[in-house]
């Protein structure tokens, strides 16, 4: 069945950066999109971005630009979202989703298990 | 950007009772682009319709999903024990929002 395996909880103080990565299986990775979405303690869902692991596009919100790279390595089939200037409130569970087209858009179908990111002084 | 609201915050009802959950968007969603999922406590979440009405693999036939323009409706049609959680609405047509979620929870 497909899953998407994350990277351990990490630690890291203000201003630093995370690379979570997320490694996906049982489908072919290239044919599937992945999108970050990440969970503040006790919080909502919020949409980081998107990347296609096809041709490498990317499509990040608003909230995130400039912070947030997107990137893939499709000989291990694995996914990375690398966040920087990292500040008390980015602290969350981030998780990677498989996307899949439908009707032309990006439908979020399966989930990784998430990864918890502190951030902590 | 399109704001999703979600009524209500916490619903608390018994073990086979009907649930409904609204979904309303801030300006028109195309039935198309319209997700709900489900989320239970410590995991990650899991998709429950799209296209406002069709369900995800091995989803249960009680869960049915309407709607149209701004108003949605996801609607479990007799609670099952397992089906107490946490519901979020999506919309994907136009980037991706979510709604902050409804809490179904034990009566």
Redesign the interface.
Known sequence: QVQLVQSGAEVQKPGASVKVSCRASAYIFTSYGI?W?RQAPGQ????MG?MSTYNGDT?N?QKFQGRVTLTTDTSTNTAYMELRSLRYDDTAVY?CARSTR??G??????????TLVTVSS | EIVLTQSPGTLSLSPGARATLSCRASQSVSTSYLAWYQQKPGQAPRLLIYGTSNRATGIPDRFSGSGSGTDFTLIISRLEPEDFAVYYCQQYGSSFTFGPGTKVDIK
Do not use: F, K, M, T
């Open positions: 999108s979405v909502g869902l919020e949409w998107w499509n919100a998780y439908y009707r858009r990006q439908l979020i179908d399966y989930w990784g298990q998430g």
